[in-house]
């Protein structure tokens, strides 16, 4: 019997590379923040030190790369609706922050609920133990100002 027919797939789902460029993204643009490296030393080290099989690498530069870009954006929307000063805000939370917001405000073929679901995933993996609930509440905030349309 033939396992590669039709509707079998070989390696991760889309969705599946995704969620890893993500990781992968929380991580480099963790090492970006705290480090002040430029990207592309950041995207080199992890080229050569990371296991990135698997990861969608378009997205994942797309991630590392368009965030810094619209650093300023991406912070005022999150701390408008966190009601805190960028220092008052775990490096990780304001990590994975950063991406749901810029897939919030400019990847609307991500659905806002996957957004959500990603960015609070990101938070167990990486963040503090109940770090979640924050960025939950904050990405919620944002999904409704940015997509209502699609939340109705």
Same mark, same amino acid.
């Given at each position: 019997m033939n396992s590669a027919s039709p509707g079998h797939r070989c390696g991760?789902?889309? &969705?599946?590379?995704?969620?890893?460029? $993500?990781?992968a993204a929380l991580q480099a643009l963790y090492q970006w923040?705290?480090?002040k490296q430029?990207?592309?030393?950041?995207e080199a080290w992890f080229l050569a030190e990371q296991?990135?099989?698997?990861?969608d690498m378009n997205y994942f530069r797309e991630l590392l790369y368009r965030i810094p870009a619209c650093v300023e954006d991406l912070d005022? &929307?999150?701390?408008?609706?966190?009601? $805190?000063v960028v220092n008052d805000i775990d490096t990780v939370e304001l990590t994975a922050l950063r991406i749901g917001a810029y897939e919030l405000f400019h990847?609307?073929?991500i659905p806002y609920r996957v957004v959500i679901d990603e960015s609070i995933e990101?938070?167990?993996?990486?963040?503090a133990e109940e770090g979640y609930r924050f960025v939950n509440g904050i990405i919620d905030k944002l999904a409704h100002q940015l997509r209502l349309s699609e939340i109705e």
């Open positions: 991760p789902s889309p &969705a599946q590379s995704r969620t890893k460029s $993500r990781r923040h705290v480090g430029p990207l592309s030393e950041v296991d990135l099989r698997g990861a005022s &929307a999150i701390f408008l609706l966190a009601e $805190r990847r609307r073929d990101l938070i167990k993996r990486f963040g």
